[in-house]
């Protein structure tokens, strides 16, 4: 339980609101209807759009990892759909089986050596809503990336 309290903490620090809950809980309370893009390998559960310019409203990914000393989640995102829509979202939902939860980032080496590999691979690395002061030094949040983010962790073991 402590990498599960380490990244909860980090999680927390960077503004994710972070929820715990058995797979059975998430699909009970999983409503189809409140995404524009799911991509849910795991649960076998996908709604694939392609972001236009008004972007999308709210997206609900799975994470291949999670890394507890950073908080960050990692997504294998060469599939150009999801890494659209892990950026362009507004509001970004991500989902991960504890199970998944590493303790640093020399954990998911060999995951990121198989899928940058070759030529087309990506892997992306979130830890929370993009954030950035470049704009006259007064921070703005949601310019790079999502404006909010939320991080299920399944636990189911």
């Known amino acids: 339980m402590k990498l599960l309290e380490q990244f909860l903490e980090k999680s927390t620090l960077v503004g994710n609101e972070n929820r715990l809950v058995t797979t059975v809980d998430f699909q009970n309370d999983f409503k189809r209807e409140d995404y524009e893009y799911i991509h849910l390998p ?3 559960i996908f709604l694939d759009k392609q972001a236009g310019e008004a972007g999308i409203r709210r997206a609900l990914i799975e994470a291949d990892y999670a890394i507890a000393e950073t908080g960050s989640v990692v997504i294998d995102s060469c599939n150009e759909n999801l890494r659209l829509a892990s950026c362009l979202a507004e509001k970004l939902d ?24 070759e030529s087309g691979g990506y892997v992306a690395f979130i830890t929370g809503a993009s954030r950035t002061a470049d704009i006259e030094r007064v921070l703005t949040v949601g310019v790079h990336g999502p404006k909010e983010m939320t991080v299920i962790i399944l636990n189911d073991l």
């Open 42 to 44: 795991g649960l076998n």
């Open 94 to 117: 991500v989902v991960f089986p504890l199970s998944k939860l590493v303790d640093n980032m020399h954990d998911v080496a060999d995951f990121l050596e198989e899928r940058t590999s």
